[in-house]
Nanobody, 119 residues
Framework: VQLQASGGGLVQAGGPLRLSCAAS????????MAWFRQAPGKEREFVAY?????YYADSVKGRFTISRDNPKNTVSLQMNNLKPEDTAVYYC????????????????WGQGTLVTVSS
């Protein structure tokens, strides 16, 4: 599986931003798709996953929405009401299980896209 993330950029606090991730492979619908992020000087952390359900880290719950389009092999992360502490490199990833996603151990990583939130 190859993953290509896009959509990062600079945004003011309180604003929205949408990240997208395009995946290769014919079995996209079988994967748990997830987003992670890594802030400067911090460990990479789980943000959200989606299979037939969605699950979010507490820090983004109510502000971020993950979605997927299986026929188009894409997964997106709509981020609203962004905060400076959301500044990080965001990664999309594919996992064989939600456990692997939650433990930041997906099977495939995409390249990161930088999100910078200014105060």
């Amino acid at each position: 599986v190859q993953l290509q993330a896009s959509g990062g950029g600079l945004v003011q606090a309180g604003g929205p931003l949408r990240l997208s991730c395009a995946a290769s492979g014919r079995t996209f619908s079988n994967w748990v798709m997830a987003w992670f992020r890594q802030a400067p000087g911090k460990e990479r952390e789980f943000v959200a996953y989606i299979n037939w359900l969605t699950y979010y880290a507490d820090s983004v719950k109510g502000r971020f929405t993950i979605s997927r389009d299986n026929p188009k092999n894409t997964v997106s992360l709509q981020m609203n009401n962004l905060k400076p502490e959301d500044t990080a490199v965001y990664y999309c990833a594919a996992a064989t299980s939600t456990t692997r996603a939650m433990n930041v151990m997906p099977d495939y990583w995409g390249q990161g896209t930088l999100v910078t939130v200014s105060s």
